[in-house]
């Protein structure tokens, strides 16, 4: 048999459950879930090998009206995650009110692209209310072909994924055959530092506040990490530390542990909080902090 590989970009509006599709295609926990919209924020690699074939999923930043400039990165990541993809996923749920960024969705039908267009979270839904989504999205995007799916019940994935495997496109592989993802370790162990901030924090603290790892020393038996907390403000960074650091040190026990299991070794981790006045908005953190403009 020929070998396959292409680019499958997961993309669709905050919170339909991308992220959630992505991990389970790609079979690892690579990005971050949370019941905040907006976890997202990079466009992210998840590489699936087998012999015969290379599957490149990229999860993506929800598409959104774009307030500051992170947010402008963001957008730009779903945007280009659309022109390389040889199928698109489309991701919607049984939730989601239809008429948000109606732009994008107007983009997305006029590509050439093979698109699957995935109504997600059917557990949450009942047949009657799932049938008339199915009507409604046929007459938004009549070529792509429409999959109901639970991706956190694991219902009808089995199924979408045999089909991606089907409209892959005979290529040799993109990337090497034991590539996991296109990212660092260090990638990873910033965003599960984030995912405890979006857990333990409520408001406008997690969208303030972005993770950077100063160090990262590996040694045999452990690793050593030394992890930056961004905020915009004083008054931010206190409500990260918390009272007597309380909620800082909560923070660093579930990370570190988290961490752990990832790194598969032991992790001893500092975090420390800066403030970088208005880093949302200054090119110069954003680059600094990996994102592309
Ligand atoms: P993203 O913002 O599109 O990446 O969405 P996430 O994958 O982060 O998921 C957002 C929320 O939806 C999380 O709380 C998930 O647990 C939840 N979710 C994802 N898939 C499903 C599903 O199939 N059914 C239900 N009920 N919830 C889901
Ligand atoms: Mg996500």
New binding site residues.
Partial sequence: MPHKSGFVSIV???????????NLLVGERL?I???K????RHKIFGIVNEKDYQIIFS?TP?VLEPAYKLQESMLKYSKSALTEADIILF?T?TIEKYGKNENFIKTVSTLNTPIFLII?????STQEELEKLVVFWKNILPSAEIFP?????KFNTDNLFKRILELLPQSPPYFDKDALTDKPQRFFVSEIIREKILLYYQKEIPYSTEVEIEEFKEATQRVDIKAVIHVMRDSQKGIIIGHQGKALKKLGIEARKDIESFLDKKVNIQIFVKVSKDWRNKDKFLKNFGYEH
């Avoid at 669709?12 to 992505?22: A, D, I, M, R, W």
């Avoid at 997600?120 to 949450?124: C, L, R």
């Fill in positions: 669709g509006n905050p919170n339909v459950g991308k992220s959630t599709l992505s990005s879930i949370t019941s919209a907006q976890t997202t999860d929800g991701i749920d997600n979270k059917i557990d949450v799916i639970s991706a956190l019940k």
